[in-house]
């Protein structure tokens, strides 16, 4: 055995990465990795030719290296030389050796280098593994009889949760105070804090439904919308730039972002909702000549849910390939909870899905007509759907239409310069693979039917589980995006089944659910810690008490402008971007701007390549990947924030100003923390704002110096950043 072959062994066992080891995700490898190296790498690094000593047609190949050494050190990118390779760093060599690979390609290489160098083991060559027909997902929805016990009130939803509480011998939390829950209700419905005169009202309301009014009134604000449809964004991964080298403007995309706030305001069914993103053009076409304009206009907009996908490369129609997959990797994990792009490049590894029902969908959007943003290759806008008749308004929408109908062939390691067998569009196997009619063009509202089929078990059983995340914090199954073999498990699986015959029991109301789950005592509990619970159940996974949050990055923006008076509650529109007409963005020069207003925060413009600063310090979705949880981190640059950023100083001074013409500093104090905390100020709390406002008055700081440094105390606090 050669000396690289032993010490490449060697690296890989002292680092524990095994290629049998799951250091990683495989989307990451599958989407990012696998491709490139299939189409731009293996014809000099694999089979007869070997340039340089080198494959990279395994982990282990690249761990060995050639004749430079080790090409690959797991979790170290700047050691290694692949990395150094693909950046065309020194002498070389370089890969490829004439033109480097666009900034995106070489930055997930290094992810995947710096995350462990994860290398899927050999994909079966059939998508019938053992367990996976047996698969609690893949399962119809069962009809659930919630258990029944002395002492309990009747709620279904509670004796679900109560039955394995009482089994695990936990003690649950009783109820959470009526100031902690308004204001916990009124961020968890609309994402701002409850106004001091809300308040009041709740706790002067004895009356026992109380807290019904609230939720009623809380789910028929407009606010409702921009805080849920929020959620939905994050999963489709909206943006209002095309993602490409130079991440060109989409003038038109915030019709959309308009469209999925105003459809959770109005309760839009689910169902319905899914059939118009997917296939909205189509219904419009099939309108009555008498249907209202607005009716047409607002089906065409809802398929930016397709249009939206990202553009990839210094030439997106060259490299349309791509966002296809992208549309088809969205889809599966916002409606299906299913990972298909892992089936691109060949069979699923873990999930019943194989290549060719991925090349089955794939034909279907390939079959559909995108609008070009334009890119750096081509800058003129084209393929843009108009909202009008001809000669009345130039409105058009960011939005797809019916192409040629046509079947594609497979794409060989995911390559579609290496077409395999010919594919008839469908749609999965695992559901029964319906063909898509010779009438039906594309296939889209065939697959959106599909989709929306109440017999399908997945549709129903992922938006339940969104919703219950959005308002527990943590899904019933924890892994949204993944219902699939690899992810976690129901923690509650008769409850979610439950919900999901619920769901579509109301008429896919998703208000209805709302409801449902805020009106339990799960939902109202304290989140008082308690040490023989916690014991026994650390994580809270069965809820014996409600756990704590922070604000997303969305609510500590709106809440520092609600606070402080700023706040403008009017609907956004579009976005100021410079005119088409003066474009020139490049992959060196790309777009970049941030547009900032006084609007909630799901109107800032949000772009691909570069998020906005406040929304990427405080753990904002990615705008480039379906977001199906969102992490909250805390790190020292969110402290610096609220000490400098002049947003914060500006809140801060806007409220002392808003408190000036109060009597007294006790009386502004309480104003404010009402306004902050939905609280009076305490004494301890009197007593410290007294002692820094003389402090600061001592060295000469204005009356409103002095308050507006005392209020960015308050507003960078715990309690003001936390719901209970």
């Given amino acids: ?37 299939a189409k731009t790498c293996i014809r000099c690094h694999g089979g007869k030719k070997t340039s340089g000593g080198l494959r990279v047609d395994s982990r282990l190949a690249l761990l060995e290296g050639g004749d430079s050494g080790p090409a690959l050190i797991a979790g170290q990118p700047e050691r290694s030389l692949l990395i150094q390779a693909l950046r065309h760093e020194g002498e070389g060599p370089h890969m490829p050796p ?73 003690r649950p939390t009783g109820p959470a105070d009526r100031r902690t829950l308004l204001r916990r209700i009124t961020y968890d419905l609309t994402g701002l804090p409850p106004t001091p005169a809300e308040i009041d009202a709740f706790l002067a309301d004895t009356s026992p439904n109380a807290f019904d009014r609230v939720v009623d009134r809380l789910l028929a604000s407009p606010h409702y919308g921009e805080r849920w449809g929020r959620h939905w964004l994050d999963v489709v991964r909206y943006a209002d730039t095309a993602g490409e080298t130079a991440d060109y403007p989409v003038p038109d995309a915030w019709r959309y972002r308009n469209y999925v ?22 219904l419009a076409s099939q309108l009555p000549a008498a249907a209202p304009p607005q009716r047409r206009a607002e089906l065409i907009v809802a398929t930016g849910y ?83 008749p001809s000669g009345k308004s130039p409105e058009q929408a960011y939005a797809v239409a019916e192409g040629k109908p046509h079947n594609v062939r497979i794409h060989k390691r ?29 296939g889209r509202l065939q697959l959106a039917d599909w989709l929306t089929d109440p017999r399908n078990p997945l549709t129903a059983r992922v938006m339940v589980n969104r919703i219950w995340q959005g308002h527990f914090g943590v899904g019933l199954v924890k892994t949204a995006n993944d219902f699939g073999t690899r992810g976690e498990p129901p923690t509650h699986p008769e409850l979610l089944d439950y919900l999901a015959a619920r769901f579509i029991e109301s008429g896919w109301s998703i208000k209805a659910m709302h409801r449902s789950i805020v009106l339990t005592e799960a939902y109202r509990r304290s989140s008082t810690l308690d040490e023989h619970n916690a014991a026994l159940d650390h994580d809270n996974a069965l809820l014996w008490r409600f756990s704590r ?61 570069k998020r906005h600063p406040f929304l990427a310090l405080f753990d904002g979705a990615d705008t480039s990947s379906s977001t199906g949880a969102r992490n909250a981190t805390t790190v020292p640059t969110q402290a610096l924030f609220f000490l400098n950023d002049p947003f914060v100083h500006a809140r801060a001074a806007h409220l002392a ?24 100020a305490t004494a301890r709390q009197g007593e410290a704002a007294a002692r820094f406002l003389k402090a600061r008055r001592a060295e000469k700081a204005s009356d409103a110096d002095a308050w507006a440094a005392w209020l960015r105390v308050m507003l960078c606090s715990n309690e003001f950043l936390y719901v209970d």
């Fill in 306 to 388: 397709i249009s939206i996908a990202r553009r990839f490369g210094f030439d997106p129609l060259k490299d349309h390939n791509l966002t296809i997959d992208d549309t088809l990797d969205t889809l599966g994990k916002s409606v299906l909870g299913l990972a298909l792009g892992c089936a691109r490049c060949h069979d699923h590894k873990y999930d019943p899905i194989p290549a060719r029902d991925y090349y089955a969908l794939y034909g279907i959007f390939d079959s559909t007509r995108y609008p070009f943003p334009g890119s750096e290759k081509d800058k003129r806008p084209h393929e843009m759907v108009p909202l009008r």
């Fill in 98 to 170: 004439k033109e480097k690979l666009p900034p995106q390609v070489v930055a997930d290489f290094t992810s995947w280098v710096r995350a462990g160098a994860h290398w899927p083991t050999e994909t079966p060559s059939t998508p019938s593994k053992e367990g996976t027909s047996t698969h609690w997902a893949f399962q119809p929805v069962r009809e659930i009889k919630p258990p029944t016990f002395e002492g309990h009130d009747g709620n279904p939803i509670d004796a679900l949760l109560r039955e394995k509480q009482r089994r695990k011998g936990l």
């Fill in 261 to 282: 706030l105003d459809a959770f305001n109005a309760d839009k069914p689910y169902d319905e909702f899914l059939r118009e993103q997917i296939a909205g053009d189509i």
């Fill in 549 to 609: 949050r922070r604000l997303s990055a969305e609510e500590i923006r709106d809440a520092m402008l609600a606070v402080s008076g700023d706040l403008d509650p009017s609907p956004g529109g579009p976005h100021p971007f410079p005119h088409s007409n003066t474009w020139g963005f490049t992959q060196h020069t790309p777009f970049l701007a941030v547009y900032d207003h006084n609007r909630r925060s799901v109107y800032l413009m949000a772009q691909r390549i």
């Fill in 1 to 37: 055995m050669s000396f690289r072959r032993t010490t490449g062994i060697a690296l890989l066992f002292a680092l524990g990465l095994t290629s049998s080891a799951r250091a990683g995700d495989d989307s990451l490898f599958e989407t990012k990795i696998r491709p490139v190296l």
């Fill in 657 to 680: 100003q808003r408190s000036s013409k109060l009597p007294d500093d006790a009386t502004r104090l309480d104003r404010a923390a009402r306004l902050m905390y939905g609280r009076p």
């Fill in 414 to 442: 995911g390559d579609p310069d290496s077409p395999g067998a010919e594919v008839p569009r469908h749609f999965l196997q695992l559901f029964g693979g319906q063909a898509v009619s010779p009438s039906a063009g594309s």
